[in-house]
């Protein structure tokens, strides 16, 4: 068995009345790595992390916590998970110190290691200043750090981060993932997250749920190099009318950007660069620059998301995604 392996997840499977909330996931973390869980509202983000934090009975599967079995009567193996939920579940009526102090309590440490871990995790999330403020009065930002302050009082060798940045300024939003990049050098996190910008910017891995199922788990850098269109990013003197571009062969999307630039997607980036630089020989127009573009993680799931709703024409992209989690 592999020792860096941290988390592995087998099989999992939750059931709703009439559905299945969790459906057959398998995967696998290792420590230092942050995984990113994207899906629409329904997909079985949250569900998942339940499970993973021993809060929801799985219906079927196992869950491996350092290699031994992990269930809801494992006691000592959840002191190696701290566990931020999408509410908050701070007291209001408590302080932030005296929120730390009782959660600390919880997770079993002695006098000595309760202070000495409030005050890391105070400092690690930047809580002096709040640290005798009652959690009613504080703001989102301030109470979003004290969540996960809580949840990393036992320095885990898991933490699972549902939702954040959830409602947070732009400020707000970099201090959170400023402190999740400096968290994930000390341990693995599962990072549930709408904003797709914000699991570009933390994550290595990516785990892509649509109704409970699994469509892609693997390096964030995989799934981009096999996405199935080729973009180009062409920057002209004067943009030529869409129109025309959607005319050269082998393009399949047009673009107009800003400052004479377009984006053009295709299925042969190679052909469509010949037919662009014999369109432009034939018509005149001026090229300043073309490039590869690559497409975001939103455009990448969008497209995904489209092809398991149904569009025919896409399915198979969807089926090229699944062979990746192969060996």
């Not at 559905?19 to 869980?37: A, C, F, H, M």
């Not at 996405?227 to 571009?245: G, H, M, V, Y």
């Amino acid at each position: 068995m592999n020792t860096d392996i941290v988390l592995r997840i087998n099989n999992l499977t939750y059931k709703y009345p009439n559905e299945k909330g969790v459906d057959n996931i398998s995967l696998e973390l290792s420590w230092r790595n942050i995984l990113g869980l994207l899906g629409p509202n329904g997909s079985g983000k949250s569900s998942l992390l339940r499970m993973l934090a021993g809060l929801q009975k799985p219906t079927s599967g196992s869950i491996e916590i350092l290699g031994k079995h992990f269930s809801l009567d494992s006691p000592k193996l959840r002191r190696h998970i701290g566990y931020q939920a999408d509410k908050n579940l701070l007291n209001p009526i408590l302080t932030v110190h005296e929120n730390l102090v009782y959660a600390a309590t919880l997770y079993g440490l002695d006098k000595s290691q309760i202070k000495k871990n409030v005050s890391w995790a105070k400092d690690k999330c930047d809580l002096s200043a709040a640290s005798n403020r009652l959690v009613k009065n504080l703001s989102k930002g301030i109470m979003q750090r004290a969540n996960i302050a809580q949840a990393i009082l036992h320095k885990p060798d898991i933490l699972l981060l549902d939702e954040p940045s959830d409602g947070l300024d732009p400020i707000q939003n970099k201090n959170i993932r400023d402190l999740i990049l400096e968290l994930g050098q000390s341990c693995a996190i599962v990072l549930c997250s709408h904003i797709l910008s914000e699991i570009e910017a933390c994550c290595n891995k990516v785990a892509m749920l649509n109704h409970g199922r699994l469509l892609f788990f693997g390096p964030i850098a995989k799934i981009k190099k096999h996405s199935t269109q080729e973009n180009l990013l062409i920057r002209f003197t004067t943009a030529p009318d869409k129109k025309l571009l959607l005319n050269i062969g082998g393009v399949t999307e047009a673009l107009c950007l800003d400052n004479g630039s377009v984006k053009l997607t295709s299925n042969d980036r190679n052909q469509v660069i010949k037919n662009v630089l014999k369109k432009a020989a034939d018509l005149n127009w001026e090229i300043v620059e073309i490039r590869p573009f690559e497409d975001s993680l939103e455009d990448i799931f969008g497209k995904m998301l489209d092809s398991e709703h149904g569009d025919i024409n896409k399915v198979h992209s969807v089926e090229k995604l699944r062979a990746l989690k192969q060996p």
